[in-house]
């Protein structure tokens, strides 16, 4: 869009202009001036109308710099304004006193690949396909032995908060390799720090958004 303003409107001076600041920013005027071989009073106008349009932005003692936003940040801004609360799903939560037998039938009644469990109501842990997966083929007692002995448990759970970017929720699920993180509110409880789960943000959530993001354009 502003490349094509440059290409209909600019003159040849103005775009020498944007292509030294590009190289070159932070340039000040007197600098720019030198490598057109022109003086600061001829640029003042072409500065100007180069600022106006907002291609380049003048900032005061340190000089111009070229604006034009990248596609990358494009997407960036897009993204940042987005939060985990407005592309969470509904969790499926358990207690910890909960089989691991009743907790494979949840799994595919829900069609889920994970679920939160709690204790009191508070998050306590996650199970995974595979946690239950390791369970049942090591020749345990799968309908006696409780989620408890089972789960990956907090304070080793990796959490996220509605407001939290949905971006930096992204790259948790990255970092630590797994397919969810749930999606909590913190409680203070006898002088304790406890979870409330409130949802669920999964790799199917980020692939949604992905997808509804290109099909907007
Ligand atoms: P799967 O094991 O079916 O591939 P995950 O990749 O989600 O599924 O889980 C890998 C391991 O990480 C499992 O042992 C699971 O209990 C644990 N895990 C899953 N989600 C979390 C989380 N949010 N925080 C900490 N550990 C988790």
Redesign the pocket.
Known sequence: MINEVINIEFNERQKKIVDIVKEFQPITSEHIANKLNVSRSTLRSDLSILTMSGILEARPKVGYFYTEESDETMIYKKIEKIKVGDVKSLPVVVDEKVTVYDAIVTMFLEDI??LYIVSEGYLAG??????LLKTAIGGNDIKSIPLSIIM?RMP???MTYTQENVFEAAKKIII???????VVEKHVKDGQEKYKVLGRLSKSNITKLFVEMVKEK
């Open positions: 690949g994970s996650v199970v995974s396909r595979k946690d990956t080793n759970i990796i630590h390799q797994i397919d969810s993180l749930p």
